[in-house]
């Protein structure tokens, strides 16, 4: 036993008994206990040394410190907190000393052991002292190993009901957490649900960003171009050239030659300042479409037909000079808040006088401004801008022309816009023109859906009209409930004639 072979023999042998003296637990802790076949045996283990017992009980200790470190990276990867983390290595510390120091004394209890047989083989004290010393050694360290087993099993017990109850506790916060964040978010998509259902009702947000791009260009000229004709002679030279484009737009007339001839003239002296000088570049652009919104404001209400010229003319303009549509569409969009749409009587914090001003209401009296005009004269003038709008959009370029910057797809979206929204007093009227207008165009182009927009303002508008007692405007809502009878009478839309038919 005491030779290198009775060495290697012996180092061979220890980790073959390992497996009997540690076994693995389900939890994956080595929990220590006497195998039957261990005690069978025990009479084989008198004859070699006794050291070779206490070798593989200090074995059998080092075997606890790896699986306790396996078990500690796998305790603090479940764990959310420093402190815990630090009393939990603390407690596995705590194990491991423990359990040295219970396989220490059962180590001593063997060297005991091994000295009583000694003593017996010396014939010291009897064999029958010696069985029942060695039986009474036996059940101490059988006991011994039971109270161990005991004592982990409750402690693995009681830490895996802190861990559950830890895992609950987490899960019960994080339900909750969700709980709450999902109640705020459908607490946020109620708000914006709200806003946008108010808004809908108000304004389109679409029409009032595209409004809001075209009027950029106009802010810029306030600032850039305006100034300018502060100069007396600058506003002098710029007045005479002025004066010729509005006598130009205030000669247009049905007759296509006539709205060629004027649309040239105009764009030659549009051409020849923007190379003489960029500051009565714009100026006169501004100046050209406010005199095709006066011009219609003035002329459209008497001669409807005039929604149609005005309307070439400006689409001849703005396809030639590219510039001036965002000066044109804006101002327009501007004067004509119904166009974007907005109504503006989404704020009950505005006095009617505000809201008078945000729809574009003029005042009669313009130096002490505290009257103003009627509602008839404000429907009129608003008229007669959807139908420019409508005469703008429907025009169709001839061989040579430039294209339309206004076509008809805006003339879909607007309607749809509108339809889309709570009727107000004026929206009968100016539906009514706008049909009569560019609603043979648009039936060309989008005939199913234009079908199902006659049918809604029939079926849905008009009820919601009639129902509203406080609707000043009923002979507008009975003129459209007259012209949607006769368009669906005459099975197409009814269009104001564009040209004035020679007599014969």
């Not at 423990?98 to 180590?107: D, G, P, V």
């Not at 052991?113 to 004290?125: F, P, Q, T, W, Y």
């Not at 479409?289 to 070439?312: C, H, N, V, W």
């Not at 139908?387 to 040579?400: I, K, R, S, T």
Request: net charge positive; with cysteine.
């Amino acid at each position: 036993m005491d030779s290198d072979s009775d060495s290697e023999k012996e180092s061979c042998y220890v980790p073959q008994r390992l497996s009997r003296i540690v076994p693995t637990s389900a939890t994956g802790m080595p929990v220590l206990e006497l195998k039957t076949d261990v005690l069978d045996h025990y009479t084989q283990w008198e004859a070699q040394k006794r050291k070779n017992i206490t070798v593989l009980l200090i074995a059998a200790a080092a075997a606890y410190i790896p699986c306790d470190s396996l078990q500690a990276k796998m305790d603090v990867l479940s764990l959310q907190t420093v402190e815990t983390v630090k009393k939990t290595q603390q407690q596995i510390f705590d194990r491991n000393a423990q359990r040295m120091t219970f396989i220490k004394r059962s180590a001593e209890e063997w060297v005991t052991h091994d000295k009583l047989l000694k003593l017996v083989s010396k014939e010291v004290i009897t064999e029958e002292d010696y069985i029942k010393e060695k039986e009474a050694r036996l059940k101490r360290l059988e006991n011994a190993i039971h109270n161990e087993k005991e004592r982990m099993e409750k402690e693995n017990k009681d830490v895996k009901e802190k861990e559950a109850a830890a895992l609950k506790i987490k899960t019960e916060k994080k339900e909750a957490a969700a709980l709450l964040l999902k109640a705020q978010e459908e607490k946020k998509k109620a708000e914006i649900a709200k806003k946008n259902s108010q808004h809908k009702s108000v304004y389109s947000a679409e029409g009032l960003a595209e409004y809001q791009s075209y009027y950029e260009t106009i802010k810029v000229y306030k600032e850039k171009y305006k100034p300018a004709l502060l100069d007396p002679n600058f506003r002098k030279d710029v007045f005479k050239v002025k004066k010729t484009i509005t006598r130009y737009v205030s000669q247009l007339q049905f007759k296509q030659q006539v709205i060629l001839d004027k649309a040239n003239k105009v764009l030659e002296i549009i051409n020849t300042t923007k190379n003489q000088s960029e500051k009565a570049y714009h100026v006169l652009l501004n100046h050209l479409a406010k005199s095709i919104l006066a011009q219609a404001e003035q002329e459209i209400d008497a001669t409807p037909m005039a929604a149609y010229f005005l309307g070439r003319f400006s689409a001849l303009m703005t396809g030639s000079v590219p510039e001036l549509f965002p000066y044109l569409i804006g101002r327009l969009y501007k004067r004509a808040p119904i166009l974007i749409p907005h109504y503006h009587d989404g704020n009950p914090n505005l006095s009617s006088s505000e809201l008078r001003l945000l729809m574009r209401y003029k005042y009669e009296d313009k130096h002490e401004k505290t009257k103003f005009e009627s509602y008839l004269k404000y429907e009129t003038r608003q008229n007669s801008y959807v139908m420019l709008f409508a005469g703008w959009l429907q025009v169709m370029p001839g061989p040579g022309q430039p294209p339309n910057r206004l076509d008809v797809k805006h003339g879909w979206i607007w309607l749809a816009r509108i339809c889309n929204m709570p009727p107000r007093t004026i929206t009968p009227t100016i539906i009514r023109s706008f049909l009569e207008v560019a609603g043979q165009r648009l039936m060309r182009e989008y005939p199913r859906q234009m079908l199902k927009i006659l049918t809604y303002l029939k079926d849905k508008m008009l009820p919601l009209v009639r129902a509203d007692t406080t609707n000043i405007n009923e002979a507008g809502r009975k003129r459209l409930e007259n012209y949607l009878r006769d368009c669906f009478n005459a099975g197409t839309i009814i269009a104001i004639p564009e040209f004035i038919e020679k007599k014969i």
